[in-house]
């Protein structure tokens, strides 16, 4: 938007609109007049000097032009432009996803661990403004990628998960400590664990309620997320015959998710406890967790200006310049001359 930091210079066009009015409606000059009424010769003085009037003309218009430009830039026109800072303080969060041998389980559709995974890769796309590391644990906690925006390759990474890679058993208290270790460096404020486990605590070293301790220190929260229903479940199992060839069973075995424990680590840390039955179940829980741990966007308008007075300032020194070259130059002679010399001659 441009606007105008004098208006009052703008006055000064009522002088320069009074001079054009006066030229353009002018009348005749006494010699002109003369010289229309005079017979013979003095008819073809007149053509001459209505040959030559046409660059005086000229000559008075870009003066008029020149003073014009020179009034706007003393109005001294500036351009406003509002610049929109957004800056955000995004969250650090740590999945933390159980890849034991019954996240194989067919109570969610078309598994547990495809329902996870799936769930897991809409989350990573809703939050582009935070850092999301991938810790997987069985038996065992191995981390997938370090807290990273670099989501193509965390996608890839999610894709990449597999079960009976990892020693069997469900170590939850190393799960959280290798999530926590992920997040213990981090300079951000917001940092979360999301837990993803589908039984009970049974191997490793690492109770898991003395992780959920060190967590709260420092000042980590952990959603926990129990997957799967309550009754005896589907799982399928692989084996080996006596020749080495690879077997598929179906075996059923009850649930051993323990809803009180991830409960006490939630709340312990001041994060939250859900329970997904159903594939459906899951992806609104991740939905909710969504919710509660915005990104923090602060934005704010910072206004700019960009004066403009020199553009038309440059223009009207560029006409002075031009118009007094004209009438000190051959120019101005060339129009001069041949009325002068007709004169003279017209006088012997």
Do not use: C
């Amino acid at each position: 938007m441009t606007q105008w930091l004098f208006h009052m210079a703008f006055w000064g066009f009522l002088p320069l609109l009074g001079t054009s009015l006066y030229f353009v409606f002018k009348r005749k000059s006494e010699q002109d007049s003369l010289l229309v009424r005079m017979p013979g010769p003095w008819s073809e003085l007149k053509q001459l000097m209505r040959r030559t009037r046409w660059a005086f003309r000229l000559l008075f218009l870009l003066q008029i032009l020149a003073l014009s430009l020179m009034v706007i830039a003393l109005a001294r026109p500036i351009r406003t432009k509002t610049l929109i800072n957004k800056s955000t303080e995004g969250v650090d969060i740590a999945i933390v996803l159980d890849v034991s041998e019954s996240m194989d389980a067919e109570d969610l559709t078309p598994s547990r661990i495809l329902a996870a995974k799936q769930v897991i890769r809409q989350f990573i796309n809703q939050r582009p403004n935070d850092r999301i590391g991938l810790v997987v644990f069985g038996g065992e906690s191995v981390m997938k990628s370090p807290l990273t925006r670099d989501f193509p390759f965390l996608l890839q990474q999610v894709d990449n998960i597999k079960l009976r890679e990892l020693k069997q058993g469900t170590a939850i208290g190393l799960g959280i400590t290798n999530g926590l270790s992920r997040l213990r460096k981090s300079q951000s404020k917001n940092k979360l664990i999301i837990l993803l486990t589908d039984g009970d605590s049974n191997v490793g070293s690492v109770n898991p309620m003395t992780a959920a301790k060190l967590a709260a220190q420092e000042g980590i929260k952990i959603y926990t997320i129990g997957i799967g229903q309550e009754d005896r479940v589907v799982v399928p199992i692989y084996s080996y015959d006596s020749q080495g060839q690879k077997m598929h069973l179906i075996a059923q075995v009850p649930s051993y998710l323990n809803p009180q424990l991830l409960k006490e680590i939630s709340q312990l840390t001041g994060g939250k406890s859900y329970m997904a039955r159903d594939s459906g179940m899951l992806s609104r829980v991740l939905q909710e967790i969504d919710k509660l741990e915005k990104t923090k966007v602060k934005i704010s308008a910072t206004p700019e200006t960009e004066e403009l007075f020199l553009y038309p300032a440059i223009l009207a020194t560029v006409l002075m310049a031009i118009l007094f070259l004209l009438s000190e130059t051959r120019f101005q002679r060339r129009l001069k001359e041949p009325l002068r010399h007709e004169l003279s001659a017209r006088a012997t």
